[in-house]
């Protein structure tokens, strides 16, 4: 697998470029009407606050160390308040098969977060290359990100234009873990879309796969 580079150059955990707008971390009250406590046995650290113990030299380390991690970029829309809204996240995954789950880690400064409910419905839209201008604005804070995007309403979350694949969910669980929280999802539906190439982001960068 290739990353190819280009577009954007980002030089913190998410992104410089959005850091240095002084969109990114809020510092929002945390979404505690979504925070559920995981007490089962062997529950690792899920439930617990931050590890304040954790150096500031042990975070930098794996914070470059996860910058290496070639991932896929997706917006994450729901309705919030009565407003469309969407957050972009690169950390989600497919959970399950039987029956189609996904997980995505929301940071619990999150505004997405904040306003979203257990049993609501929310969009997951993976980004085609050539769509960093939207990984980039859907990392803003800001209440009225969709003004100006094209978009249309499945499952009753918005699905925006030209994307890699497009996965409706509904969020069935919110898990604790650490400064974030995961959100276990439903899949309602699921398709890959109109884009045949995706969107990556690997040590602060935007790009695409390529196979040599
Ligand atoms: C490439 C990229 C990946 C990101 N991945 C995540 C992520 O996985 N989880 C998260 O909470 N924030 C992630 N962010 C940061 C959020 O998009 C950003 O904090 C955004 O302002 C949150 O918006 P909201 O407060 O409206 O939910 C990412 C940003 C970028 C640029």
């Known amino acids: 697998m290739v990353s190819v580079i280009g577009e954007a150059a980002f030089d913190d955990a998410w992104g410089g470029r959005a850091a240095a707008l002084g969109q990114l971390r809020s510092g929002r009250a945390r979404a505690s009407h979504l925070r559920a406590v995981h007490t089962g046995a062997g529950s690792l650290a899920l439930g617990q606050e931050p590890d304040t113990g954790a150096t500031e030299v042990l975070v930098a380390a794996f914070r470059a160390t996860m910058r290496r991690v070639v991932g896929g970029v997706c917006v994450v829309t729901?309705?919030?308040g009565g407003m469309p809204h969407g957050t972009t996240v690169s950390a989600f995954f497919s959970l399950s098969m039987r029956p189609p789950m996904m997980a995505v880690s929301l940071d619990n400064t999150s505004n997405l977060l904040a306003g979203i409910r257990v049993g609501q419905a929310a969009g997951i839209n993976i980004l085609a290359a050539g769509q960093a201008d939207l990984a980039l604005r859907f990392a803003r804070k800001s209440d009225d990100?969709?003004?100006g995007v094209a978009w249309t309403s499945d499952h009753g979350s918005p699905r925006l234009a030209g994307v890699h694949a497009w996965v409706a969910v509904r969020v069935g669980r919110a898990v604790p873990g650490g400064?974030?929280?995961l959100l276990l999802c439903e899949v309602l539906a699921s398709t890959p879309?109109?884009?045949p190439a995706?969107?990556?982001y690997h040590?602060?960068?935007f790009g695409t796969h390529v196979t040599p």
């Open 78 to 80: 729901a309705d919030v």
């Open 145 to 147: 990100k969709l003004a």
């Open 179 to 181: 400064d974030h929280t």
């Open 193 to 195: 879309a109109e884009a």
């Open 198 to 200: 995706p969107l990556t």
């Open 203 to 205: 040590e602060g960068d």
